[in-house]
């Protein structure tokens, strides 16, 4: 009875809190754009998986980050003018509700960009204006917000806003550009748990920030258009920095290899590098492990999965390849040949991976291996140009869009009661 | 109501301006020759500086070099309506030199300084880095070395920059010097009828 009454408490607790299926932010729950979720299809039906909704937006990269059965998703309203947050039924597409604030956002490749970050109770988005809202998950109402502009003196950078925030127990941190560098807010009143200096006035990137535990240190990981930097997560303070030019913006988020490395790369011909971080006593230091300045390889957009010691990710060349390298830096696989993904993204699920074409809206599903390109099947999911938005996967259900529609696909085991996707066609859209 | 162009606005004016483009140069090209028999033409689709894909390759400069004038005959052109007028123009600015103080490249891309930029639009002061700019190529001071062409391309431009040959300026060779050496075939002799 009382082994009963446990089990039950901890489903209850599953429930309100966080739950392994949930993708509560960009990167998902721990961050790594990997889904903990199993028994997903390794083969599609003919005419690809079941559609279960379609939803209109305005056309941009916006992503879903779901939690306990809910999708939250920025947006803008050309027509009014006005940015939102939209709340959105996982299993249907119908609109739970939406926030709105005018504001004036001008369509430069896409206008809508981020995911949210959410915890059942608050969802957390900054604006492409770079306005950072704490809403209600249940109604959508503002509880607090702050301006990196007028609070933090910083820039809004070119194309918007690019970041998204990063939440963890009782925290939402941001990197912020302007007088200070990143902060922790507490995430029910706004109020700063610690902030970290700018001594070097460092810009605002669209880099996101980043959880690591490097030297046995708990940090928070962020990169620039100076080089990558770790903060310390207890309080703040500025632990290393490793000089390194990058060009004109850093969309990727800097990535921990294991507990003394870090991965960076970047958009313009930035290349990548790998940097050993250490601390010996107080002191961290930082080494170039290998440094591709000549651009031998480069991601633009996305950052990439860590798996089985290998690094999978979209490079630029030869119109997109998704590559397999080794933590040496060596090429193992890519998809040369077989299929080019512009700079469409990827997500990493039972041991599969969904690789989106950013030129067609193709979905190709492929074996996570580290010895060769193996693809168990695709379909035209999405359609058109830029499809380059993240992918969120919750309760075997994939959501992702293309520049005009978010749409959710069944990549699990199907459900018993079939519904029809075509019944969910909404146009409560913007 | 948003003002902002909308992309069917874009793309209507992108077919309009690059009509209008090609009239021009077979207008200058008519009053120069009084006749139409044929004339050179830049394909985009094949030419190395404008063809999309072709990244991480070198420019292209042979139109610059090898014409028999001695500023060459072709013209970068931008078609403004499909431009995307951005504050980090990756074919105005040299975006892999050294990040200045406001956070811009601190060199431009075009060796001869042909390039021109203009605020234009509505303009947010807290927010002038997603102000809209326009790019103008200076035709005088351009002598078609594609560099501009090459980083106006995807995926960081919308290839709204490309070499055109001026048929006012242009000698009409029978054996255009260009086409000779052409690496990419790119230089092809069209009926002007
Ligand atoms: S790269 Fe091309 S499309 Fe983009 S702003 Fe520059 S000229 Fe315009
Ligand atoms: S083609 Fe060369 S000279 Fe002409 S504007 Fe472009 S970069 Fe300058
Ligand atoms: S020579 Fe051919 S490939 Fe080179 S710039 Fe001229 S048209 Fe393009």
Redesign the interface.
């Known amino acids: 009875m009382r082994h009963k009454l446990l089990v039950a408490l901890l489903l209850g607790a599953c429930a309100a809190t966080l739950c392994a299926d949930d993708w509560p932010q960009f990167r998902g729950a721990q961050r790594d754009n990997i889904s903990r979720e199993t028994g997903l299809l390794r083969s599609w039906p003919e005419g690809g998986p079941r559609v279960l909704w379609t939803v209109p937006m305005c056309?941009g990269y916006a992503a879903a980050a779901i939690h306990s059965g809910r999708v939250y998703v920025n947006d803008y309203d050309?027509?009014q003018?006005e940015w939102c947050v939209r709340c959105l039924a996982l299993d249907d597409g119908r609109e739970l509700w939406r926030f709105r604030e005018k504001k004036?956002i001008?369509?430069?490749?896409g206008i809508t960009r981020t995911i949210p970050a959410v915890d059942g109770k608050y969802v957390f988005s900054l604006d492409p204006?770079c306005v950072f809202h704490c809403l209600d998950a249940k109604t959508g109402a503002e509880t607090w917000r702050k301006s990196l502009?007028h609070d933090y003196k910083a820039?809004?950078?070119?194309?918007?806003n690019g970041q998204c925030p990063l939440i963890e127990d009782d925290r939402v941190i941001l990197g912020i550009g302007g007088d200070t560098l990143l902060v922790a807010f507490d995430k029910a009143t706004g109020n700063e748990i610690w902030r970290t200096p700018n001594e070097h006035k460092w810009?605002l990137s669209h880099s996101s920030v980043m959880p690591a535990e490097l030297g046995g240190v708990k940090q928070y990981l962020w990169c620039t258009?100076?080089g990558p930097l770790g903060v310390r997560a207890s309080d703040g303070k500025l632990l290393w920095h490793h000089e390194r030019?990058f060009?004109?913006?850093v969309s990727p988020s800097p990535l921990a290899i294991g507990a003394d490395r870090v991965f960076v790369t970047g958009?313009?011909?930035a290349g990548s590098a790998m940097i050993r971080v250490q601390c010996t006593g107080d002191t961290f230091t930082t080494e170039i492990i290998f440094d591709w300045q000549e651009?031998e390889w480069n991601a633009?957009v996305h950052t990439p999965i860590l798996h089985n010691e290998h690094l999978f990710a979209i490079g630029?060349?030869?119109?997109g390849l998704f590559t397999c390298m080794n933590l040496a830096g060596n090429r193992v696989w890519d998809s040369g040949g077989q299929a080019a993904f512009?700079?469409g993204s990827f997500v990493m699920a039972d041991g599969l991976f969904f690789v989106l074409e950013g030129k067609t809206g193709m979905l190709r599903l492929i074996e996570a291996s580290t010895t060769g390109y193996q693809e168990l099947a695709h379909a035209q999911v999405l359609s058109g140009h830029d499809v380059w938005g993240p992918m969120a996967l919750s309760d075997g259900k994939l959501v992702l869009r293309d520049m005009q529609k978010m749409v959710c696909i069944e990549v699990g085991q199907p459900a018993t009661v079939a519904q029809s996707g075509a019944d969910n066609k909404h146009d409560g859209g913007s | 109501?948003?003002e902002?162009?909308?992309?069917r606005d874009v793309l209507g004016h992108a077919a309009r301006g690059a009509a209008l483009l090609g009239m021009g140069g077979l207008i200058g090209y008519l009053i120069k020759h009084g006749s139409v028999e044929g004339a050179w033409r830049i394909n985009v689709d094949q030419c190395v500086n404008s063809r999309l894909?072709a990244?991480?390759v070198d420019v292209c400069d042979k139109c610059a070099t090898t014409c028999v004038l001695a500023l060459s005959a072709v013209r970068a052109v931008n078609d403004h309506a499909a431009c995307?007028?951005?504050?980090?123009c990756?074919a105005y600015?040299d975006?892999?030199s050294?990040?200045n103080e406001e956070?811009l490249?601190s060199a431009k891309l075009c060796p001869r300084d042909a390039i021109e930029r203009f605020e234009i639009g509505?303009v947010?002061p807290?927010?002038p880095?997603?102000n809209?700019y326009e790019y103008v190529i200076d035709e005088v001071k351009c002598n078609g070395c594609g560099r501009c062409v090459m980083a106006c391309k995807?995926?960081?431009g919308l290839s709204s920059i490309r070499l055109e040959v001026r048929h006012d300026l242009c000698l009409d060779c029978n054996r255009c010097s260009i086409a000779q050496v052409c690496p990419d075939d790119a230089y092809i002799r069209e009926p002007t009828t």
Not at chain 1, 106 to 109: A, C, D
Not at chain 1, 155 to 160: D, Q
Not at chain 2, 84 to 88: A, F, K, L, S, T
């Open positions: 056309e050309r027509e003018n004036r001008r369509p430069n490749h204006k502009v820039k809004i950078p070119p194309w918007y810009p258009l100076f030019k060009n004109v913006a958009p313009y011909e651009n633009e630029k060349k030869k119109r512009g700079l | 109501m948003n902002e162009p909308t992309r894909g990244l991480g995307g007028r951005c504050y980090i990756p600015f975006v892999n050294a990040i956070g490249p509505w947010d807290d927010d880095a997603n809209y995807e995926p960081a």
